[in-house]
Every structure is written in structure tokens, then in C-alpha cells.
């Protein structure tokens, strides 16, 4: 394996520190045959949410997204379902419960459309909107932005605007299709990778829970119940 200048190359965090004394004192062997044949050894989770027990965990890699979210989660308390779970930080993506069963690994979590990034797990019941889910992180990408270019720069500040209109019931079809295109935007021509990932949560909310995204549009309502209602209506 080589890294930068052709060398070995590591990557200062502490969970990486804290990898290297168990394998100098049991062998790479030893590390290599925990998690699955592509992501080796294990990797610390910050499990928060809707889940009975928050908190930071440490689990081989190839565990699956419902042992992390009954098993060592404990479930889902007050009796509430399960509606997703957001991995990778601010940049990740939404999985729903077809995901449940999937091993969380690098190569399965790219693949169902988001990241291992920071290792934030962030699981969501039926009283969660997707909608608000996906402004939520979109703010965080908005603040977050250094403004160096405009794709990045101005595009979340519209993505966080739609988002917003379609939390406050007042967005369009138009709107909608703005939203999309601008994904696509900031993904291809951002020039560093906040703006390149920042559409994730958007992308797969809007994969996975389009229905919710419609009903705020055409039907003026939020089906979990937290967005608001459009100015001089009531319920
Ligand atoms: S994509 Fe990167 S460089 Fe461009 S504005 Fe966003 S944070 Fe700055």
C-alpha cells in the first residue's frame, strides 16, 4: 500500500491511534480477520437518535444496521417504528428499512447511497420528517460552507431555501425540480468535497421518501406531523 510521496501514510485520529497497540500485540492477522473481507477491524460509532442507548460504541465492521439499532441500541422507545437511520456525519445519506439488514462497511454503505464518514449514526422513528431531516444537515452544509465557490456557496443557500418552502408548505413542483438539479449541480462541479457531498441527505431522502417530500407539496401536509402549515391556513 502506498500513500502520500509513495509511503506508508496514516491518518493521524484517535481511532486510528487507538488501533495500533492491539495490533502490534496480537498481529495484522489477528485485526485482519474481524469485519468483512474488504473493511477490516472495527470502527467506533457515535449512536444517537431515537434509540433507548445513545452513546459512542466500538463494533466490527460488517455488523448489520439492525443489531447497531436493537441490539446495541436497544430499539426504539415509547413502541414508535423504525424509519431510518443517518450515517456518516452531516454529508451522509438517510437508509430506510429495506436497510436494516445491510452489513455497515464502506463498500455497502457507498453503495446504498451513503458514507462512513465521521462514524455519526443518527436513527430516525415515524415522528421524524424527512423533509426537516434533510434541511437540518443542509443548514449545517450552508454554515459550514467556506464560500470559495459558487456552486457550493450559493447553491446550499438555495437548497436550504426550497427546503424550507416545502417545510413551510409553500413550495412547488418547480421548486422541487430546482432542488433536484441542483443536487446534480453542487455534486459535479463543487470544488471541494463539503459541496460535492452536501446534497446526500436531499438525494436520499428523496429516494427513499419521496412520498413524504409530495405530500408536502401537493397535499399542504407534514405526514409526521412537524413541519408547519403555509401562512393565513390552519389545519
Ligand atoms: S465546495 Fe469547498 S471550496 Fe467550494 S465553497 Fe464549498 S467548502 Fe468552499
Aim: with cysteine.
Amino acid at each position: 500500500m502506498e500513500g502520500l510521496f509513495g509511503q506508508p501514510t496514516l491518518i493521524n485520529n484517535v481511532e486510528t491511534f487507538a488501533n495500533i497497540a492491539p495490533i502490534i500485540r496480537n498481529g495484522g492477522e489477528w485485526y485482519a480477520n474481524i469485519g468483512t473481507e474488504k473493511s477490516k477491524g472495527t470502527k467506533v460509532f457515535a449512536l444517537a437518535g431515537r434509540v433507548e442507548n445513545t452513546g459512542l460504541v466500538e463494533v466490527p465492521m460488517g455488523i448489520s444496521l439492525r443489531e447497531m439499532v436493537y441490539e446495541i441500541g436497544g430499539g426504539i422507545p415509547d413502541g414508535r417504528k423504525f424509519k431510518a437511520v443517518q450515517t456518516g456525519g452531516p454529508s451522509g445519506g438517510c437508509l430506510p428499512t429495506e436497510c436494516l439488514d445491510m452489513p455497515v462497511d464502506y463498500e455497502s454503505l457507498a453503495k446504498a447511497g451513503s458514507i462512513m464518514g465521521s462514524g455519526g449514526m443518527i436513527v430516525m422513528d415515524e415522528s421524524s420528517c424527512m423533509v426537516d431531516v434533510a434541511k437540518y444537515f443542509m443548514d449545517f452544509c450552508m454554515t459550514e460552507s467556506c464560500g470559495k465557490c459558487i456552486p457550493c456557496r450559493v447553491g446550499t443557500y438555495q437548497m436550504h431555501r426550497i427546503l424550507t418552502a416545502i417545510g413551510n408548505m409553500t413550495a412547488t413542483e418547480q421548486d422541487l425540480k430546482m432542488l433536484e438539479e441542483l443536487c446534480d449541480l453542487l455534486k459535479h462541479t463543487s470544488l471541494c468535497g463539503l459541496g460535492q457531498s452536501a446534497p446526500n441527505p436531499v438525494v436520499s431522502t428523496l429516494k427513499s421518501f419521496a412520498e413524504e417530500y409530495r405530500a408536502h407539496i401537493q397535499d399542504r401536509k407534514c405526514p409526521a406531523g412537524v413541519c408547519g402549515q403555509p401562512v393565513g391556513e390552519t389545519v
